[in-house]
C-alpha cells in the first residue's frame, strides 16, 4: 500500500485531506508540523509521498521539510501545498506544487503525474 506523509497545521484541513486519501486507498499518517515530521522520517523511512503545506508553525517550513525528506528518503515525492503566492518555481523532478484551495481530485491527479505507486 501506498504511504503518505500527510503534513497540514490546520486541523479541519488534515483532517478531511486524511479522510479523503484514506477513501482512495492510501495509507496516511496526519502530522501538524513539519518539526513532528522530520523526526517521524528519521524514524520511518518508508513513506512513498510527502504532502505538505509550505507555511507552518516551528523551526521547520515545508521547503525544508521536502529538502530533509529527500536526502533521508531519495525515492520519495513531495506536493508542496500553499495558500499563499510561494508555490515553487525551481521543483525537482519528483516534487509538484498546488495552491489551496484544491480538490481532493487534483491532489489524485498530481500523485498519478508523480508515479507514485508504479
Given at each position: 500500500m501506498i504511504?503518505?506523509?500527510?503534513?497540514?497545521?490546520?486541523?479541519l484541513?488534515r483532517?478531511?485531506m486524511?479522510e479523503?486519501?484514506?477513501e482512495?486507498g492510501?495509507?496516511?499518517t496526519p502530522?501538524a508540523?513539519?518539526?513532528?515530521?522530520?523526526?517521524?522520517?528519521e524514524k520511518d523511512?518508508?513513506?512513498?509521498?510527502?504532502?505538505?503545506?509550505?507555511?507552518?508553525?516551528g523551526e521547520?517550513?515545508g521547503w525544508g521539510l521536502?529538502?530533509?525528506?529527500?536526502?533521508?528518503i531519495p525515492?520519495?515525492?513531495?506536493i508542496?501545498?500553499?495558500?499563499?503566492s510561494d508555490?515553487?518555481s525551481?521543483?525537482?523532478a519528483?516534487e509538484?506544487?498546488?495552491?489551496?484551495?484544491?480538490r481532493?481530485?487534483?491532489i489524485?491527479?498530481?500523485?498519478?503525474d508523480?508515479g507514485v505507486?508504479?
Open positions: 504511504r503518505i506523509l500527510l503534513v497540514e497545521d490546520e486541523m484541513l483532517e478531511l486524511f479523503e486519501l484514506s482512495s492510501y495509507a496516511v502530522i508540523t513539519a518539526d513532528e515530521a522530520l523526526r517521524l522520517i523511512k518508508a513513506f512513498d509521498l510527502l504532502l505538505t503545506d509550505i507555511r507552518m508553525p521547520t517550513d521536502g529538502r530533509r525528506a529527500r536526502q533521508v525515492a520519495i515525492r513531495v508542496y501545498a500553499s495558500g499563499y508555490q515553487g525551481d521543483l525537482y519528483h509538484r506544487s498546488i495552491k489551496k484551495p484544491f481532493h481530485e487534483q489524485l491527479g498530481l500523485i498519478a508523480l505507486g508504479r
